[in-house]
């Protein structure tokens, strides 16, 4: 009868101690954001996915040298490029992320001595299908120059 009386009152200081720590902490501030209508700014140290940079013109900086191809160590970097009839220098026409593959390890940042590269502040990348994560980098330029 004793532990009866001892469980129902180790049960209550319980739900009293639970009940006073939800009572104090409800007349806190918030520290969440209301995340559809907020956005959370990224740090500047932030590593989102590659992206091209752009030159004065508008146009990618990358001169198909093929650096960063080869010091991505997870392979998920194609990139191609034709030289033009009279040109001087090749001109990049094709720029694929596999982001599946990408570790975020910045060797292909680091590996560029043009600069044509650089990670994104873009975090907001759910999706349930694979190919959404198959980045045209060419293309996502020539979008976020419209």
Same mark, same amino acid.
């Given at each position: 009868?004793?532990?009866?009386?001892?469980?129902?009152?180790?049960?209550?200081?319980?739900?009293?101690?639970?009940?006073?720590?939800?009572?104090?902490?409800?007349?806190? *501030?918030?520290?969440?954001?209301?995340? *559809?209508?907020?956005?959370?700014?990224?740090?500047?140290?932030?590593?989102?996915?590659?992206?091209?940079? +752009? !030159?004065? +013109?508008?146009? *990618?900086? =990358?001169?198909?040298?093929?650096? =960063? +191809?080869?010091?991505? #160590?997870?392979?998920?970097?194609?990139?191609?490029?034709?030289? #033009?009839?009279?040109?001087?220098?090749?001109?990049?026409?094709?720029?694929?992320? !596999?982001?599946?593959?990408?570790?975020?390890?910045?060797?292909?940042?680091?590996?560029?001595?043009?600069?044509?590269? !650089?990670?994104?502040?873009?975090?907001?990348?759910?999706?349930?299908?694979?190919? !959404?994560?198959?980045?045209?980098?060419?293309?996502?330029?020539?979008?976020?120059?419209?």
């Amino acid at each position: 009868m004793v532990a009866y009386f001892t469980e129902i009152y180790t049960g209550l200081m319980s739900l009293f101690i639970g009940m006073g720590i939800t009572f104090k902490e409800f007349f806190k *501030p918030t520290v969440t954001v209301a995340y *559809p209508y907020e956005t959370l700014t990224m740090s500047s140290r932030y590593r989102g996915h590659i992206e091209l940079v +752009e !030159d004065e +013109e508008g146009n *990618p900086q =990358c001169v198909v040298c093929g650096l =960063c +191809e080869k010091a991505c #160590p997870s392979d998920c970097i194609t990139l191609a490029g034709e030289k #033009p009839e009279g040109g001087k220098k090749k001109v990049l026409t094709k720029y694929m992320l !596999d982001f599946t593959k990408c570790s975020l390890c910045g060797s292909c940042v680091e590996s560029c001595s043009f600069g044509a590269i !650089d990670f994104s502040k873009e975090y907001n990348l759910a999706s349930t299908k694979k190919e !959404d994560f198959y980045f045209d980098l060419l293309k996502r330029l020539e979008e976020r120059k419209k």
